[in-house]
């Protein structure tokens, strides 16, 4: 078994103390932090949730196995975080109302600081409000966005609505993402941009900016 697989195996297991072990040996070895997140602790998480989808685990089982990546996440921290660039700029980023899923949000907001943004990150069930009230306080030049559930979706479109109506939306540029959003989901609710995966949501940033 590759360590990858290992990750993925104990992640899926939600051993939690596992999976910190195995992503130090990884790092020890020193392989791809990316393969490490994407054929360890996502390809983990995309099993679980088809196992839940098909009734096979129920919500604590996904719940210990989202525990166990995050144990994973916070042994990458610190190597994600280092910022190896000049400062860009700022950028708010959060969960939208209704959603508390915060792993993608979390691991868009720690490679955003790596790649050299100041990061505001308001957490899970951001109201728009919220989110208006931030961007007035902070005047970032980005929002990103999250959503997980197809029923959330609608709260990305609430968020940029009260963006338009607070005067705001010409000033900052909106990115979003999550497993159910698309780029055509994207255009619709009028966001400047979708991004698939952290690292595509670096480029965009960058790219909206420049
Ligand atoms: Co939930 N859940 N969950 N869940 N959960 C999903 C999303 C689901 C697809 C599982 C399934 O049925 N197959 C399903 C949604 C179905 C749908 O809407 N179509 C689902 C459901 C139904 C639910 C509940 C309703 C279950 C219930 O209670 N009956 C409930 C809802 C709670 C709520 O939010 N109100 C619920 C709860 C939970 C837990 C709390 C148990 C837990 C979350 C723990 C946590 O986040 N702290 C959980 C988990 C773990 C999952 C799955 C298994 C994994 C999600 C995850 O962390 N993936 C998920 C199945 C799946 O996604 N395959 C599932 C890893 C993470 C790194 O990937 O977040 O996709 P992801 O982020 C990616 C990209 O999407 C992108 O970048 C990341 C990769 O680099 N990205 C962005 C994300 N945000 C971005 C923002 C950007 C740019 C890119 O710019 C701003």
Do not use: C
Not at 45 to 63: A, Q, R
């Amino acid at each position: 078994m590759t360590i990858f697989a290992e990750i993925k195996q104990a992640t899926m297991e939600g051993n939690a103390r596992g999976v910190t072990n195995l992503t130090k040996q990884a790092l020890e070895a020193k392989v791809n932090i990316n393969d490490i997140v994407n054929d360890g602790f996502i390809s983990a998480m995309g099993i679980i949730g088809e196992k839940f989808k098909n009734g096979e685990i129920y919500v604590p089982e996904m719940l210990i196995a989202a525990r166990a990546m995050k144990a994973g996440l916070k042994v990458l921290e610190p190597l994600l975080l280092l910022t190896t660039r000049d400062y860009i700029g700022k950028a708010i980023i959060g969960t939208v109302q209704g959603d508390l899923h915060d792993m993608g949000k979390n691991l868009v907001s720690m490679m955003l600081q790596g790649a050299g943004w100041d990061v505001i990150d308001l957490g899970v069930n951001v109201t728009p409000e919220k989110f208006v009230e931030a961007v007035v306080t902070h005047q970032p030049q980005i929002v990103g966005l999250s959503a997980l559930l197809t029923t959330t979706m609608p709260a990305m479109k609430l968020t940029i609505e009260a963006l338009v109506k607070a005067g705001l939306r010409d000033k900052v540029k909106v990115i979003v993402g999550g497993a159910p959003i698309s780029a055509q989901f994207a255009e619709e609710i009028g966001a400047d941009s979708y991004a698939s995966d952290a690292g595509v949501a670096i480029e965009i940033a960058k790219k909206l900016v420049s």
